[in-house]
Each structure stands twice: as structure tokens, then as C-alpha cells.
């Protein structure tokens, strides 16, 4: 196949490139490390759940939900800031911004002495992980050779795995001696739970610093310049990744997306009858990978492993577990998404979680504790770890046109943030009011419904450019 370039080259498709893949992965894993801090700093808190509530006294339902559900709504608030400005300044000025944020609410938190301070840090850190999740997989995706962009997006949700495990793990090494039978008496006057759960939050700032100094040696995304008019500049970085017949291509093939388009897209656009069925897609797909219950586990792992039976030092070193099972699930998921499919996965994913929340509501049912949940639990995170939970980020930076994909990913990760919210404020009083068993039937139903919108709406994108992916979807 023959395409003209808007320079008037002609570039032959039938060329295989040879990739410069020590570049393409050196830019897309610091541009993952945004997934790292987005999964550190997101999950930390639930190790720190049980200390910091008793320094601040929390009592209430309606507390405890707020004080793991508030940075959410900064997630809000960043994931919204992202489209525009991404789409006025470029992708790499607006992951800057997140990493000195990263790092300031960090140390903002480990130093906070009241209840309303705690919360605004993790506020002002939830903007942060906003900017991260919604422009670490874009960006990695623009740059992404076809063949390979969705191993390499799935790799931000490695690094978000990885941050989730070493949070885990650190949470647990912090307070790996405290006495298993400590009461609350204990817990709130001591190391623990005076300074203890400071050093969880504290010690974000070290690979926010790293991340930070790493973004200032990666290029703009190259697609973000060409539709900005810098297809001199978007054509050097192709030419680096593949050479000039990969760079001819790719340039081709973006200013054919954006023939008769203006540079300044309004969130209105989104709503052009072409576009509003693809928004509909990923804002589904975002608010499904939310609302299929699995994070609760990761912020409410205490109270579910105590429910199951657990202390407090097993239940610490439990929630480890499930973030070595997180991470070696993540790692089969990189090792099928671009072989076995995005649509498969989503559907195996689905399937699979329904079917192991049924079982564990039948084992809180049953009173059923100690290794069966456990080993359900962890049956959970697997079955997620290598489907909705890295192949719903790879579909939601794919599916969207080039010249509002800024806009377009904004309002699908803000759908996920809120959706998001809704899951973790309202866990506590499901649990109250349903019990474990019927909280996890109900996330089983949402399963079942997610399934159902997978099998017959979600097509399959794998190997696909992203500009034949905006032809089959949009034109």
C-alpha cells in the first residue's frame, strides 16, 4: 500500500521497519514512572489505614470513607486539568508538573498534624495521580510503534503494580514487629502510630524526585507536534524510533487524521454524532474497571482480611501477597495483550471476577475465614492483574482520534476517578448494610453486566495503528 505524505513523499506500508527499541522502551518506561508513583501513593494509604485513623481519631463510617476516598476527587480534578492543558502545552510539560506535585504532597502528608491538613494533601496529591493516569498511557501510546503499543502502555500498569506492591511492602516492613494482639490503646501511643505511618507516605518522595529529573530527557510526544503544526520536530523522533521510511509513514498517516481539523478542541466537539459513540466506549470501559470492585481490596484490605479472620500482622503481610500475585499476573497480561487480544482479555477478566466474587460471598455467607479467602482473594487480583486492569488503559489511550485524544482520554480517566470515588466512599456502608457477602454478589452483578457490554460492543485494536483504529470507529 502507497501513501503521500502532506510533504509529498510517498511512503510504501509494505516496509518493515526496523524499530530502535533501546529508545522506544527508555522513553516509555520514564514516561511509566508516572504509574509507579500514581500506584504508590494510591495505595499506600491502606497500609496506613489502621494508624493514621487512630492519630486522628476517626469513629465514623462517613470518616474513615472520606479519609481513603478524598484524594479521588483530586484525581478528579487532575485528570480534568490534564485534556486541556495536554492538549495546549504537550503531554511531557504536564507530567513535569506531576512529578514535583508527587513529590510535595508526599512530604505534605508524612507531615501532617491535623485531620483537615491530611486531607488537603491528599487532595492536592490526587491531582497529581489524575495528570499521571490519564497522560502517562497517552503518551506512551503516541509514541508506541503499532506492533508493540500495547505491550508498552500495559507496561504503565506494570509500574502502576509495582508502586501498589512496593507501598505494600514497605507498609509492612514499617510495622513488621508491632505485637499481633496491640490494641487500639497501644497502636495509637506508639512508634507506629505517632511516626510509624509518616515514613509510608514520606518515602514517595524519593521516586518523585527520580521521575522528575527523568522527563526533562524524553521528547514531546510526536503526535502531539504534528498536530500542532511541528511535523519537522514529530518526523526527527519517528526517524530516531524507526528510520525515515517509519518516520514517513507516521507522519502520512496523522496529517491524513487531521486534514480540514483546528488545532483548538473544545470538549464540545466531543459531542459531534461521530464522536459521541467512541466517548461512550471508553467512558464505559473507565467507569466498568472501577466498578468491578477489585479496589476495595487494595484500600479496605484490612477490613476485609479482619473479616476474614486475620490479625493485624497477618493482615499486613496478606495484602503483600496480593501485590506479588498483582505483579506476576501484570506480567502475563504483557505477555498477551498484543498476541491474544485486547476484547478476550476484557471478557476472560470479567467472567473470571464474577465468578470469584460469587464464591467469596458465599464464603463470608458461610463463615467460612483464614486460607480460602485468602487464596480467592488472591484468585481476584490475578484474574484482573492480566485483563480489565492493564487492557482497559491500553483501550482508553487507543480508541480516541488524534485530534481529541487529549480531550477525549480527560473526560474517560475523570469517568474512572469518579466512578472510583463512588466504589470507595461507598464500600463502608455496602459493608454495613449488605455484609461482605452481599457486597461482593453486588460487584459480581456488575461483573456479569461488564461482560455483556464487552461481547458486544468493545472491537478488538490490536495491531492496529492508531489512525486505522480512528478510521474503523469514527469515519
Known sequence: MIITSGSGGVVDRGVKPVYNMTYVWTISLVAAMGGLLFGYDWVVIGGAKPFFERYFELTSATQKGWANSCALIGCLVGALMAGALSDKFGRKRLLIFSAFLFALTS??????????????????????????????????????????????????????????????????????????????TFIAGSWYGQVGWRWMFGLTAVPSLLFLAGMFFVPESPRWLAKNGRSAQARAIFERMGGSTYAGQAIAEIETTLVNEIQKVNFRDLLEPKMKKVLFLGVVLAVFQQWCGINVIFNYAEEIFRNAG???????????????????????????????????????????????????GFCYHAGIKGLPMLLLVLSAISCYAMSLAPVTWVLISEIFPNRIRGAAISVAVSALWIA??????????????????????????????????????????????????EKELVD
Open 107 to 184: 512530604l505534605g502528608n508524612a507531615f501532617a498534624q491535623n485531620f483537615t491538613v491530611f486531607v488537603f494533601w491528599r487532595l492536592l496529591g490526587g491531582v497529581a495521580i489524575g495528570l499521571a493516569s490519564n497522560l502517562s498511557p497517552m503518551y506512551i501510546a503516541e509514541v508506541a510503534p503499532a506492533p508493540m503499543r500495547g505491550r508498552l502502555v500495559a507496561v504503565n500498569q506494570l509500574t502502576i503494580v509495582i508502586g501498589i506492591l512496593a507501598a505494600q511492602f514497605i507498609n509492612w516492613f514499617i510495622v513488621r514487629d508491632l505485637p499481633a494482639n496491640a490494641t487500639d
Open 310 to 360: 486475620y490479625d493485624i500482622s497477618d493482615v499486613l503481610k496478606n495484602i503483600a501477597w496480593t501485590g506479588s500475585v498483582n505483579l506476576v499476573f501484570t506480567f502475563v497480561a504483557l505477555g498477551v495483550v498484543d498476541r491474544g487480544g485486547r476484547r478476550v482479555l476484557m471478557l476472560i477478566g470479567s467472567c473470571g471476577l464474577a465468578l470469584v466474587y460469587i464464591a467469596m
Open 420 to 469: 472510583c470515588f463512588v466504589l470507595t466512599f461507598t464500600f463502608p456502608m455496602l459493608n454495613a448494610t449488605l455484609g461482605p457477602a452481599g457486597t461482593f454478589w453486588a460487584y459480581a452483578a456488575v461483573c456479569v453486566a461488564g461482560f455483556v457490554f464487552v461481547w458486544f460492543k468493545v472491537p478488538e485494536t490490536k495491531g492496529k495503528s492508531l489512525e486505522q483504529i
